[in-house]
């Protein structure tokens, strides 16, 4: 039977809330039972080393263990994987490499959902991922200027982020609303929500000042999307 | 690594509540970073056949299926086992001594947690764990007696359960509302919340008219409890 591997627990709450959105879009899909859903197998492996701190060149490198990890998941057969943690992603041509299963690009597949006509877009991100460059690339080669936070903005996400780690979702909700509004003074017309803790937040502001396109989100539809198309839902 | 394992997919959406309610009590313990929580691996197999069907001897056997599943969280080490579906419990002695692992026994844990001095619990459950005696058994062993609801309750409780398998939150809840007070009526003080799919259409009650026992979060705070205990959620 097919399963679709998910690398995970980075962190665990956002894992957790890709799962949700898979089971409710294939839900919204037409399943009725259990049976009608997608099978998982969820490597939630939350002691990863920090990506954003790899990143900023002060951290411990997590690619052996991102590497264990896919490792695992297609030791189990898995034939598709969804790694729902933006940051990661700066490592993804050597997970590509290593994996016999194909995965999923989250930056990728969220520039994609962006709306259209967009020119300037918020990059919402750990400050390890806005200093890969991964949207900043991947927007450029579409025409679309990059609105990346500067330094007081972005300790407003860093907060947010922490604060969704650490389960405190109202705190997180205030300091996303912040950055948001000096995105939106800085031009951006819509926001890449590219850190898959920030729509956890953004489900507790009141009244998002811009689109905000979900990493997450975007990342389940197109995992829902490919296994359905190949009937994966069904026994065989 | 110290891995946990899930046998979950039945259904899906009861996993994840699980997985959320482990992530929250692994925060309330003091989990503020993604390094401080307990590493998981989900088999979410939703195709496992219809527990209770079978349980009432119409369905295909699921014991196959649950054995697959067993074996394959076995063969990527996992030391401790907890399935969040009190149906698939029917089956415990078989999956026990399959495994290699320990696996948590859910209805024993959420009948531990009763408030104490309940004299009448009623039992919420599919029609096959009812059938099975599974709640029944450990509920005469403590001298409690089990309020097991009669053909139109369960007509309730099956179609509550049934509506959170398709999603639809709110109408679960009606269903569950108008089951609890027929068990009321029949003097139940508590009530067992013996499916996982029930706690879900719980949430959206406004009052419960009694005490609601929830398997999923004993579940939970058992497996928590067992990792945190023996430091699993710290990289050795």
Chains 1, 2 share one sequence.
Not at 39 to 58: F, K, Q, T
Not at 123 to 128: F, I, K, S
Request: hydrophobic share 45%.
């Amino acid at each position: 039977m097919a399963l679709i591997g998910i690398l995970g627990g980075m962190g665990p709450l956002a894992t957790v809330d890709f799962m949700e959105r898979v089971i409710q879009l294939t839900s919204t899909a037409g399943a009725l039972r259990d049976q009608q859903h997608l099978p998982l197998l969820v490597a939630n492996l939350p002691h990863i080393p920090d990506r954003s701190e790899a990143m900023r060149g002060g951290g411990e490198d997590p690619l052996p263990a991102l590497l264990d990890g896919i490792d695992m998941l297609n030791r189990n057969g898995v034939e598709l994987i969804a790694v729902p943690c933006n940051s990661a992603h700066c490592w993804y041509d050597a997970m590509r490499a290593r994996s016999g299963a194909p995965i999923l690009h989250i930056a990728e597949i969220c520039v994609d959902a962006m709306p259209p006509g967009t020119r300037h877009a918020a990059v919402l991100a750990t400050d390890g991922t806005l200093h890969s460059g991964l949207y900043q690339r991947i927007l450029a080669g579409r025409d679309i200027v990059p609105v990346v936070p500067d330094e007081g903005t972005q300790r407003n996400l860093d907060a947010c982020i922490h604060a969704v780690k650490a389960g405190d979702l109202v705190r997180s909700a205030e300091y996303l609303s912040a950055a948001l509004h000096d995105l939106e003074a800085r031009g951006a017309e819509a926001a890449l929500m590219g850190c898959t803790e920030i729509p956890l937040a953004a489900r507790h502001l009141k009244a998002p000042v811009m689109t905000l396109v979900d990493s997450t989100l975007e990342l389940a539809r197109a995992t829902v999307s490919y296994g359905l198309a190949r009937g994966w839902n069904v026994r065989r």
